[in-house]
């Protein structure tokens, strides 16, 4: 499979809303819980200008992962990172995490945090992220999720 990797257009925000709730649907969820999610998992025109996106691409856009850095530039939340649920390890996770990782080595990022799907949290501790503490879900009233940290080099 040839990926190619690119910055997110500003006209994809609703390509990628779409692209993150059929990737989060696939872990099992239902409707109801979709639809609570919904406000979260959309992307914006603001959110593309005020982040870094970074989409992988096939003959379709197959992925994306979305970073913003705090404004001391020491460190970054990997706020989105998605890819379309019949693609999933195929790659596609990994190599947007590479390209991630090369472009915070040319910043003073010394590390980074997010909160995981807890059906993520062995992907995201694959890549040497790690369970810090539970924080609640900016969806779910009652639900909390696992907030992860790795160190960068």
């Given amino acids: 499979m040839n990926i190619k990797l ?30 609570r999610c919904r406000d979260e998992l959309t992307v914006t025109r603001k959110s593309l200008v005020a982040a870094e996106l970074w989409v992988a691409e ?3 856009v197959c992925g994306y ?7 001391t530039g020491n460190s970054g ?3 989105s990172f998605f890819v379309e649920p019949d693609l999933k390890r195929q790659g596609i996770g990994r190599l947007l995490w590479q390209n991630l990782v ?6 003073t990022i010394r590390y980074l ?3 995981a799907d807890p059906s993520a949290v ?14 609640p879900s900016g ?13 960068l080099e």
């Fill in 122 to 135: 062995a992907f995201y501790q694959a890549l040497g992220f790690r369970i810090v503490h539970q924080v």
């Fill in 113 to 115: 945090r997010l909160d």
């Fill in 77 to 79: 939340e990997v706020f």
């Fill in 6 to 35: 690119r910055p997110a257009r500003l006209d994809e925000a609703d390509l990628l809303t779409a692209l993150a709730m059929r990737s989060k649907r696939s872990n099992g969820y239902n409707e109801d819980f979709m639809a």
């Fill in 102 to 107: 090369e472009r915070m080595e040319k910043k």
């Fill in 65 to 71: 992962v979305g970073l913003s850095v705090d404004e």
């Fill in 139 to 151: 969806s779910i009233e009652g639900r909390t999720l696992p907030h992860m940290r790795i160190e």
């Fill in 58 to 60: 096939t003959d379709r």
